[in-house]
């Protein structure tokens, strides 16, 4: 079983599905242009990344939570 998920995008849905991956034991580090959705996931013992990059690197998987294809693309093309 994965272990360490990442997650790109700590809004509402984002949030939610970091929440209950901690409370499934998992270790999750996230990216989110939103500093203060970040330092609210280490709050809840995740860990937060600076960039989508750096989260792709620490992880074995990453879980993308964004608004539409546009903000994908940009995150995947880097």
Do not use: W, Y
Not at 15 to 26: K, N, Y
Not at 30 to 53: H, I, K, V, W, Y
């Amino acid at each position: 079983m994965t272990k360490r998920i990442g997650l790109v995008g700590l809004g509402l849905v984002g949030t939610a599905i970091a929440e209950s991956l901690l409370a499934q034991q998992f270790d999750v580090t996230g990216f989110d242009t939103d500093e203060q959705r970040c330092r609210n996931l280490e709050e809840s013992g995740g860990e937060s990344a600076t960039s989508p990059a750096e989260v792709a690197d620490s992880v074995e998987c990453v879980i993308l939570s964004l608004p539409d294809t546009h903000v994908v693309l940009q995150v995947v093309e880097g």
